[in-house]
């Protein structure tokens, strides 16, 4: 599976739009993109899944060019609540069965 | 509710003393994980299963086993605990087809003395 790089901590404020990168050069083509978030000591909660382009839904975006060697997690006019560590995945097929690697995360820190 | 539990969420033993960490889930849900999390390491997958009677190892086994006789449990076992394995573990589910990314339960606390 492939590796994922994205940036240890962000910080922003409320109200604001926060995009989370992730890099996964080597990306296959039957793996997907998915993003969890994490609270701290709660296991992690899905948030979003992609194969290319966009998808969206009620919590997120999900951007993904054409190449897919990296994607970016969009989190529209983030609250305090949203304080929490966010994890990019790359999993293998739609189902994500089987292995899953979790890299270090992205703390994400939302200030008043 | 649809839910993933871990049973208990918490626990302190002792060095050696055989324990097992159930999970169960309602979901009907064909794939199952254990994961466990430290300081700095982040979440290490343990062992994971794809269906009954079908398991696999993940990055950290060593030290665990495991068993999925029926869909919804899948027990983690420590034969013989030792303090590295001081640790919080998550039990977790998906369905296949799904899309929906794996339901992660509430978490063990467990602590080896």
């Known amino acids: 599976l492939a590796k994922t790089t994205q940036p240890i901590s962000m910080d922003s404020y409320e109200g604001q739009e926060v995009n989370i990168t992730c890099s996964h050069n080597n990306i296959a083509t039957n793996d997907y993109i998915t993003w969890y978030q994490q609270f701290p000591s709660q296991g992690p909660r899905f948030i979003i899944q992609g194969y290319k382009t966009k998808v969206t839904n009620e919590v997120a975006s999900l951007f993904i060019p054409a190449d897919r060697k990296s994607s970016t997690l969009s989190l529209p006019r983030v609250s305090l609540s949203d304080t929490a560590v966010y994890y990019c995945?790359?999993?293998?097929?739609?189902?994500?069965?089987?292995?899953?690697?979790f890299g270090q995360g992205t703390e994400l820190s939302v200030k008043p | 509710e649809a839910q993933v539990t871990q049973n208990p969420r918490y626990l302190i033993t002792v060095t050696g003393k055989k324990l097992t960490v159930t999970c169960s889930q309602n979901?009907?849900?064909?794939?199952m994980s254990w994961y466990r999390q430290d300081p700095g390491l982040g979440l290490r997958q343990i062992y994971y299963s794809m269906n009954v009677e079908v398991t696999d190892k993940g990055d950290v086994p060593e030290g665990y086993k495991v068993s999925r006789k029926e869909k919804r449990n899948f027990p983690l076992i420590l034969e013989s605990p030792s303090p590295n394995q001081t640790s919080l573990y998550f039990c977790a589910s998906h369905g296949a087809g799904q899309g929906r990314g794996y339901t992660f339960g509430s978490g063990t606390r467990l602590t080896v003395v």
């Open positions: 979901m009907n849900h064909e794939y």
């Open positions: 995945l790359v999993v293998l097929g739609y189902n994500q069965g089987g292995k899953l690697i």
